[in-house]
């Protein structure tokens, strides 16, 4: 009697044991079943690289009047189309174009033959007319190719900013500059140096399309000629 109670509880041991065994095994299945189907999103942190301020890059936002004349020679130097770009910055510098500006230009806007330039300008500032003196139209005269548009790929379509950008760039590097430069700053050094020389705050305004005083200041302010006076030894 005993025996058989022995040989009836271990019976009912092993049963429970496959029971839980297979019920393990059904919820293993269960679970790669449903990663093998499961089409949610995954979700990944990716945190941007942090922007360092502007004078962690360059020491200034400007360049110089020599640097901008260094920065033309290379490019007039550099590969096949050495003129087109060499006018590009010059034109830039000279009008204090933006980048937009730079590249949507059109000869409709250029009267060569009374020296005058219908400077549009983008975000919303005023439009004006520059005169064209002697080095930008020598610059301008040679890149009439058809193009409604000055400043022209060798395909013949427009050039973009990302060009501009990367022409900049890399005549900054061939030029030897002492520190990396964007178009941006060309203009920056329109307002530099016509603040330098004496010229007032509201034209200069005008000049580069401002329909604030305080955007200009930032040039007035730079001026070194204000201190003059300061030392007279």
Same mark, same amino acid.
């Given at each position: 009697?005993?025996? @058989?109670?022995?040989?009836?509880?271990?019976?009912?041991? &092993?049963?429970?044991?496959?029971?839980?065994?297979?019920?393990?095994?059904?919820? @293993?299945?269960?679970?790669?079943?449903?990663?093998?189907?499961?089409?949610?999103?995954?979700?990944?942190?990716?945190?941007?690289?942090? $922007?360092?301020?502007? =004078?962690?890059? &360059?020491? #200034?936002?400007?360049?110089?009047?020599?640097?901008?004349?260094?920065?033309?020679?290379?490019? @007039?130097?550099? /590969?096949?189309? /050495?003129? $087109?770009?060499?006018?590009?910055?010059?034109?830039? +510098? $000279?009008?204090?174009?933006?980048?937009?500006? *730079?590249? =949507? *230009?059109?000869?409709?806007?250029?009267?060569? @033959?009374?020296? %005058?330039?219908? !400077?549009? $300008?983008?975000?919303?500032?005023?439009?004006?007319?520059?005169?064209?003196?002697?080095?930008?139209? %020598?610059?301008? #005269?040679? *890149?009439?190719?058809?193009?409604? +548009? !000055?400043?022209?790929?060798?395909?013949?379509?427009?050039?973009?900013?990302?060009?501009?950008?990367?022409?900049?760039? &890399?005549?900054?590097?061939?030029?030897?500059?002492?520190?990396?430069?964007?178009?941006?700053?060309?203009?920056?050094?329109?307002?530099?140096?016509?603040?330098?020389? /004496?010229?007032?705050? %509201?034209?200069?305004?005008? +000049?580069?399309?401002? #329909?604030? *005083?305080?955007?200009?200041?930032r040039y007035t302010a730079l001026a070194p000629? %204000?201190?003059?006076?300061?030392? #007279?030894?």
């Amino acid at each position: 009697m005993l025996l @058989r109670f022995i040989q009836v509880r271990s019976a009912s041991v &092993r049963f429970r044991t496959e029971l839980r065994t297979l019920h393990h095994q059904q919820v @293993r299945q269960c679970k790669a079943n449903s990663a093998m189907t499961d089409t949610s999103p995954t979700i990944v942190n990716r945190t941007l690289p942090t $922007r360092l301020p502007n =004078s962690a890059y &360059r020491v #200034r936002e400007y360049l110089t009047e020599k640097e901008v004349d260094r920065l033309i020679e290379t490019a @007039r130097k550099r /590969g096949r189309n /050495g003129a $087109r770009d060499a006018a590009a910055i010059l034109i830039a +510098y $000279r009008h204090g174009l933006r980048a937009t500006e *730079l590249c =949507s *230009l059109r000869w409709a806007q250029v009267d060569l @033959r009374n020296g %005058r330039l219908h !400077v549009n $300008r983008a975000k919303g500032g005023i439009e004006s007319v520059h005169p064209l003196h002697g080095p930008e139209l %020598r610059a301008l #005269r040679p *890149l009439q190719q058809g193009s409604p +548009y !000055v400043f022209v790929t060798e395909a013949g379509t427009p050039v973009t900013t990302a060009w501009f950008l990367r022409m900049i760039q &890399r005549t900054g590097v061939a030029g030897k500059l002492s520190f990396p430069i964007h178009p941006h700053m060309l203009r920056h050094s329109t307002g530099y140096k016509l603040a330098n020389q /004496g010229e007032d705050t %509201r034209s200069l305004a005008h +000049y580069l399309g401002h #329909r604030n *005083l305080q955007s200009t200041a930032r040039y007035t302010a730079l001026a070194p000629d %204000r201190f003059a006076g300061f030392w #007279r030894d």
